[in-house]
């Protein structure tokens, strides 16, 4: 075949697969001006997922139980009574995911290790077949360097890996062993699982986080029990067991010190000869004062210090917010001077998830209720002022677009805690899972989201914030959590059938947008 007849029919093959849906000239895909110069030269751009939200293969090769995989179990708990024992199935899929995202343009990866993937107990006993996988997941991702699409494009670009060592996915044996994060023995059971992994990836991965969101841990899986384990005392959520008023404290502690003796371990053991950095990835909502009275001003300052506080304020200062101190007394753990040795100071980088903002008013505390970490914020979430919702609403429930309150949120971590070099690791927001092909893959709300946000990101490196990467949530659609497949995050739609990925228009946005031609 003549090479221009070849190239046709490879043009139209693509066509028909529906991947060139949008031209690059296309006004939909306007970039609002960002382009890769937008930011500084060795800035990362990437896309985020968690394990047991596309890993899928459960029960495959190994895998022990996480949390999640026994609390979903409850029949009825999930709609459709999803689960992620399947999901999107990047275990065998990762190939192709690999080379979308080197497609796109995207310079990393952040994926987690599914912990019960390695040490299906938790402790002991490896699982080298799990520890395979994310041999072979990660080497592919460096091997993108000599990629080659069917367009014969060639790819000069690796996707750099970011590895998270938990987000969410406890195992179970531990659960069972010891109340898991309530059991001060996870946390050298997580350095050593910890010190495991460095050991087998470091020599390839220089990007390392603890946790993803250790706040929702606590405050999600003790404090309202709407996440697994599911603990909480009876007035705050549906639980069999807890107590909403003390167990998210202990939780929150345990993870902390995991945290940090994850972080000597690599410090002592690795950091010198591996090069590389670890942090933490933490949720921050921005919590803006609905008047400005000073009650709703403070309101809004012990939002952010229950929320954000909690953890970068030991990270950084070696204590909990003095309004936390204040508030929780001694329901609230002491770190001591041993502790405060290895937690302060325990982050080369912040990962920031940001997706939106609330209005905050004081409210005074209802003295019937037993004590519990949401009561103790001693305030009220407020979503509209004078009628005017703080800005549209995604699908999930708790999503509304506020750009500036990115801004807003990346401005206080500089000013509070002293400019730390940060990642805004989390952003994105999600369709209902019922929209279908062709109109969910017309994504402009998210174009939008995206392009408004970033341009928030730009104007605080502009100003000065040390933000050194972007990552968007997520690549695919996937498993949401309480929501299952009822709501879609992806910038790439998943047929959940046939498991077919097609990008969306916002992934076609970030292509231009990350493009290195011009
Ligand atoms: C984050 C979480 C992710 C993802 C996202 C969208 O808080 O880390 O796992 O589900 O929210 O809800």
Known sequence: MRWPLLFLVLYLLALADGQLEFSPESTELDTGGLSRDSFPKDFI????????QVEGAAHQDGRGDSIWDVFLRQPGLEVNNASGEVTVDQYHRYKEDIDLMAKLNFDAYRFSISWSRIFPNGTGKVNW??????????????QKG???????????FCITPYANLNHYDLPQALQERYNGWLGRQVVKDFADYAD???????????????????RVVAALGYDNGYFAPSRCSQPYGNCTAGDSGTEPYVAAHNLILCHASA????????????????????????????????????????????????????????????????????????????????????ADVI?????????????????????????????????????????????SYWLYEV???????????????????????????????????????????????????IQQLKKTVDEGANVIGYFAWSLLDNFEWRLGYTSRFGI???DFKTLKRTPKMSAYWFQKMLSRKH
């Open 45 to 52: 751009y990437g896309t985020a997922t968690s394990a047991y």
């Open 146 to 156: 000599m990629f080659i699409n069917y367009l014969t494009f060639v790819s000069p």
């Open 196 to 214: 495991f992994c460095f050991k087998m990836y470091g020599d390839r991965v220089k990007n390392w986080f603890t946790f993803n969101e250790p």
């Open 492 to 494: 790439t739609f998943v």
């Open 129 to 142: 077949k799990g520890v395979a996988y994310y041999d072979r997941l990660i080497n592919y991702m460096l």
């Open 351 to 395: 990962g920031i998830n940001q997706y939106t903002a609330f209005y905050m008013q004081h409210v005074t505390v209802n003295k019937s209720m037993p004590p519990g970490y949401q009561n103790d914020w001693q305030v009220g979430f407020v979503y509209e002022k004078n009628g005017v919702p703080i800005g549209p609403k995604a699908y």
């Open 403 to 453: 750009p500036w309150g990115l801004y807003k949120a990346i401005m206080y971590v500089k000013e509070r805690y002293g400019n730390p070099t940060m990642i805004l690791a989390e952003n994105g927001m999600d369709q209902p899972g019922n929209v279908t092909i062709p109109d969910g893959l017309k994504d402009t709300q998210r174009v939008n989201y995206y392009r408004s946000y």
């Open 263 to 346: 972080v000597q371990r690599y410090r002592e053991k690795y950091q010198k000869s591996q090069k590389g950095r670890i942090g933490i990835l933490l949720d921050f909502v921005w919590y803006e004062p609905l008047t400005r009275g000073k009650s709703d001003e403070y309101a809004a300052q012990r939002a952010r210090d229950f929320h954000l506080g909690w953890f970068l304020h030991p990270i950084v200062y070696g204590e909990y917010p003095k309004t936390m101190q204040n508030i929780v007394k001694d329901r609230l753990p002491k770190f001591t001077k041993e502790e405060v040795n290895i937690v302060k100071g325990s």
